[in-house]
């Protein structure tokens, strides 16, 4: 079988290789290409997943390039992790929308709207490339902001596209382990948009424990969600919430930790991973420890001025472990080859599983996965205040659907204005203004 790997110079490419290589099946991945813009990048990665694979001796081959179109012909499976205006673009997202006083993250808010639109067309070019030359493939889609752009690319593909994340993955890892439960075991009943979801139970031989863990004052304050929300606001809820929803229900403090820290999240990035490809410049560079090293401190200042917001400080070693995306991919891609029936949380086209939202719309909930794709999981309906978010936020994500598709500026404005995390339709227009003066990416957003 073959995987393209699209932003294969990408940073995380490793953990997906390195999933790759526990797989002896009959059937595994024998082959990877890495695609992206920067040869660079490319040569860097490449160097840690040979050292990934010495000893073993079925490890995928891997091979490289910067044509799109050599990456795609004859891939069975196409992973899509790029960074469109890379980090960079990143860091600039997040400083011109504090600068507003409203938050920049890549995903949520201001920055995941500015990030999206400059993903869209893109992602849009890529997949009628694939329909091209791959129409049988499947995508996995990884980029941000994950719904949307999975949303994007399903226009073409249909439900050969699927999204993964590994924030629920990781959530019900944490949740089930608590609960003294095995994750492969228990069914987690997690609905919601991608980084907008919420965790309402956590069954096992058809026996709801989450109830025991939000009386448990010891047990909530215990893991990452709890210390970020509070045992108090859990057990309003009823529920645990994702943690990218700490930007919503705290979100005068994230914003102030956010203006207050002494560089965000995507300067340090830009800085952190700088300094590693960098360093792989050196062919002297041990490429697998220098990409460990990096990867360690990468995890352990996750989402670090949220925790600074909350007063919680350093994350627990327990939650270091990372979600586990990369075994989700391979997960999602054996149910599909072989046939081996999986349950994951995915994002998907919707159906007729939330009512509130129409079937196209890509949400993010349990799904039977086989060899016909990802199957969505019938779930009880959404209680109001989460049905508030997620339409409100889905109806964002049209209006940026629709200003790629356009080019309308005023489409764009109306997308920012519309967001819960934005409060002025001047604020929105400002935050156009400023995203098309940084951003060559938007100069088709037209008056």
């Known amino acids: 079988m073959r995987l393209t790997i699209l932003g294969g110079g990408g940073f995380r490419v490793p953990l997906v290789y390195g999933a790759l290589l526990g797989d002896h099946a009959e059937g595994r991945v024998g082959h990877v290409t890495l695609y992206d813009l920067d040869a660079g990048r490319l040569s860097a990665v490449a160097r840690v997943l040979a050292e990934q694979g010495a000893g ?191 930007y919503y229900y705290f979100n005068r403090e994230a914003v102030r930790a956010y203006r207050e820290a002494e560089r965000t999240r995507g300067a340090y990035l830009r800085e952190q991973q700088g300094g590693f490809y960098a360093e792989m410049g050196n062919p002297d560079t041990p490429a697998l420890a220098t990409w460990r090293r990096v990867l360690a401190d990468r995890e352990a200042t996750y989402m670090a001025a949220n925790r600074e917001a909350a007063g919680v400080g350093e994350r627990d070693e327990d939650d270091l472990e990372s979600g586990g995306y990369e075994k989700v991919a391979l997960a999602l891609m054996r149910a599909i080859a072989r046939n081996e029936r999986a349950t994951l949380i995915l994002n998907v086209r919707n159906r007729t599983t939330l009512p509130v939202l129409d079937p196209d719309a890509v949400i993010e909930v349990p799904c039977f996965v086989d060899a016909a794709g990802a199957h969505p999981v019938s779930v009880a309906p959404l209680p109001y205040h989460a049905v508030g978010l997620v339409t409100a936020v889905k109806a964002v994500e049209r209006e940026v659907l629709a200003a790629a598709e356009s080019g309308s500026r005023g489409t764009a404005v109306k997308a920012f204005a519309l967001h819960p995390l934005v409060d002025s339709v001047s604020v929105a227009r400002r935050l156009v203004d400023g995203y098309t003066a940084e951003h060559a990416g938007l100069s088709y957003l037209r008056s």
């Open 56 to 246: 073993t001796p079925d490890a995928p081959e891997v091979s490289a390039t910067t044509d799109l179109d050599e990456a795609l012909r004859g891939a069975d499976f196409v992973f899509s992790a790029i960074r469109v205006g890379g980090l960079e673009g990143r860091a600039a997202d997040e400083r011109i929308a504090l600068a507003e006083g409203v938050l920049g993250q890549e995903t949520v808010g201001a920055g995941g709207i500015a990030y999206g639109l400059r993903t869209v067309p893109v992602v849009t070019h890529i997949a009628r490339r694939i329909a091209e030359l791959a129409p049988d493939a499947w995508v996995i889609n990884f980029t941000n902001p994950a719904g949307l752009v999975t949303e994007a690319m399903s226009r073409i593909l249909g439900d050969r596209v699927i999204g993964i994340c590994d924030s629920p993955v990781g959530l019900g890892r944490r949740v089930a382990r608590l609960l003294g439960a095995s994750p492969e075991d228990a069914w987690i009943d997690y609905v919601g948009l991608n980084h907008l979801g919420w965790l309402r139970g956590l069954r096992v031989g058809g026996r709801d424990l989450l109830p025991r863990l939000l009386a448990d004052d010891r047990a909530l304050g215990s893991f990452e969600e709890g210390r970020l929300f509070g045992p108090e606001w859990l057990r309003t809820l009823g529920a645990i919430p994702n943690e990218y929803l700490h």
